[in-house]
């Protein structure tokens, strides 16, 4: 319950989608744990556990996550932010949708809800890579139906250009905002955490 002091959001996500690569910035790991804590006055302390990859592909992501689900007893959520891996990768849509679905099959036995996103089109990409990153948000919105999760949408935010490593968000600072956002409204015992601290 959030009545607690303190909750964690087991995470699964592309190492450079993340911002991790980015020496001299914040990754999401940070940015999303302060707004969780932010968005309930400080008054619980949110921890992310993150198994991020390099590519962290549906795949690749796929691989690391039963043994972390299965032991994330006190986590209520899985947020999983492959970004533009699969995209990059070239793995095949027929996979990923597979891969993507093992991993919210996996979330749900284990009473996690899913949280995952809708990415825009980054400047500089060619028909091919555009049509690959709508085919993505296709089966998010299907899985996501299907397994009762949650989207972020990011498709209208702005993203860095497209170049060999894929691309990644502008502002992650935001990113995080609407991640945060949505882990808040998933969370089972909100409303009786607000009259608790109302």
């Avoid at 689900?69 to 597979?98: C, H, N, W």
């Avoid at 093992?102 to 555009?130: E, R």
């Avoid at 299907?146 to 502002?171: H, M």
């Amino acid at each position: 319950m959030l009545v607690n002091i303190w909750a964690t959001v087991t995470h699964f996500g592309d190492f450079y989608f993340s911002g991790c690569k980015e020496s001299n910035g914040l990754d999401l790991n940070l940015l999303i744990s302060e707004k969780l804590q932010g968005r309930v006055g400080g008054k619980q302390t949110w921890m992310v556990n993150s198994v991020y990859r390099c590519p962290g592909d549906t795949r690749t992501l796929l691989r690391d996550s039963y043994k972390v689900i299965r032991d994330a007893q006190e986590s209520y959520l899985v947020l999983f932010t492959p970004g533009f891996a699969d995209v990059l990768s070239e793995v095949p849509m027929k996979f990923v949708e597979r891969y993507t679905r093992q991993i919210y099959k996996q979330s749900k036995v284990f009473n996690k809800k899913i949280i995952a996103l809708l990415v825009g089109v980054p400047s500089g990409c060619d028909s091919d890579i555009t049509k690959r990153i709508n085919d993505l948000n296709e089966i998010v919105r299907k899985l996501l139906k299907e397994y009762e999760g949650e989207a972020v949408d990011l498709r209208n935010i702005f993203y860095k250009s497209w170049t060999n490593q894929g691309s990644r968000p502008n502002d992650l600072d935001e990113v995080a905002d609407k991640i945060s956002e949505a882990i808040i409204n998933l969370h089972p015992s909100m409303d009786k955490w607000k009259e608790i601290h109302s």
